[in-house]
């Protein structure tokens, strides 16, 4: 082995690799994939992205930027047209965003565009979060928000939202100390599709403005709010209070998930701090993807949520009446509860699922600090779906 280069000193990789890293523990997903890959034609229903294409449109403007050669970094903030479109339609939302005079926005109010979200969520966090610190965040929740929160070494509070799933102002406040700096909202909710009310989202946003503390928004789904009876419309809590930190993006309205767009926009104390934070991080969002972001949100997608909807209806209708299940009005999600009487946890039943069903489903304990709920996304093509809830159907049948 020794014509290897290097070979002779061997790093020792258990002192090299940092605590911070190994204390990412991701068995729990890994387990469902490993499982999965041995299977030839899963009946997969865990995919958390939209199945349809990127809009033409959309697609057609990003190859034109790159022949167009708009290819370098661009400034950190992002580039102006792109912040403008944002900036307008936040002021068309939130009156309190609009300038008292003029174009753009109020004083104090600052944009800027991030690789993701999830860029979006690495800034807020590392802005505001460190050791001594404490982060609130719903049980269940996206699966990112504890590790980035343990990441910045700060502590993560799990609050739990069963069996309704809405993260209640009334739930959080016993978990609010003076070392609570974030709370880290969703609506519509991954892993559970549950839209938050205007009344909840006015008593939250009231509750973290009274106690210094900032709400970050997380509104990645918020295109993705269904019209049924018995649905909500999508409300933001930035409608209540000035002191909240939104965060959109552009992978799942428009399924540019491999783009890499996003965009936060709030108070500007923190989104400068962001700004700082990207510079020397991420540096700016990809910059042919910015370009297309302006196609993007001139770009109609509500045919593609009526689908969605219409899916959502046909995973109620088939499993509404064999699980505990919170309606989902929103997101691509369901939570549906494992049937007690079954005797097992969700990492048993996914398990059976996957092996004797070919299912691909998702365990809760991925979401939360309990096993007992499972994740299905309808994402997926429509006899996918029946597939799926078939299987799901003759299991809670069993
Ligand atoms: N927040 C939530 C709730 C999500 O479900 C996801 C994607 N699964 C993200 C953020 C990250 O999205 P992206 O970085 O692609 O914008």
């Not at 400034?75 to 009156?95: N, S």
């Not at 069996?163 to 609506?187: C, G, M, Q, W, Y």
């Not at 419309?233 to 428009?254: C, D, H, M, N, W």
Request: hydrophobic share 40%; glycine share 10%; proline share 6%.
């Amino acid at each position: 082995m020794t014509d290897r280069p290097g070979a002779g000193w061997a790093l020792d990789y258990d002192r090299l690799i940092s605590s911070r890293a190994r204390g990412i523990d991701a068995s729990g997903i890994r387990r469902v994939f490993d499982l999965a890959g041995q299977l030839e034609d899963p009946v997969n229903l865990s995919i958390g992205q939209p199945d349809f294409p990127v809009p033409e449109p959309i697609r057609r403007a990003a190859s034109e930027a790159i022949a167009d050669g708009l290819n370098g970094y661009t400034v950190t903030q992002g580039i102006a047209e792109l912040r403008q479109r944002i900036t307008g339609r936040l002021a068309g939302e939130l009156p309190h965003w609009q300038p008292a005079s003029g174009e753009g926005v109020a004083d104090g109010y600052q944009t800027l565009i991030t690789s993701g979200v999830s860029g979006g969520l690495v800034l807020a966090i590392m802005a505001c979060a460190g050791p001594g610190d404490e982060v609130i965040l719903p049980d269940p929740g996206f699966v990112m928000y504890r590790h980035l929160v343990t990441l910045a070494g700060a502590t993560p509070v799990p609050v739990d939202t069963y069996p309704d799933f809405a993260l209640t102002a009334d739930r959080i406040e016993p978990h609010l100390t003076e070392r609570t700096k974030l709370v880290l909202f969703n609506s519509p909710s991954n892993p559970t599709g549950v839209v938050a009310t205007a009344d909840q989202c006015r008593d939250l946003a009231e509750l973290c403005a009274r106690h210094g503390v900032l709400l970050v928004s997380d509104e990645i789904y918020d295109a993705f709010c269904f019209k049924g009876s018995g649905d909500l419309a999508f409300t933001s809590p930035a409608a209540y209070s000035e002191q909240v930190l939104i965060l959109r993006g552009f992978s799942k309205s428009y399924a540019m998930t491999g783009w890499r767009l996003g965009y936060a926009a709030g108070p500007a104390p923190v989104v400068s701090e962001m700004t700082k934070l990207q510079q020397y991080t991420f540096v700016c969002a990809p910059s042919m993807v910015q370009v297309a972001g302006v196609t993007a949100l001139e770009t109609d997608i509500s045919g593609r949520i009526r689908e969605y909807q219409a899916r959502r209806d046909r995973v109620v209708d088939a499993l509404g009446n064999l699980y505990e299940l919170t309606r989902p009005g929103g997101a691509f999600y369901a939570f549906p509860r494992v049937p007690e009487r079954l005797g097992m946890t969700a990492t048993a039943f996914v398990e059976k699922a996957v092996t004797e069903h070919g299912l691909l489903i998702i365990p809760g304990n991925v979401f939360s600090d309990r096993d007992t709920h499972f994740r299905l996304s309808y994402a997926c093509a429509d006899d996918m779906l029946d597939r799926g809830l078939s299987i799901l159907q003759q299991m809670a049948r069993a």
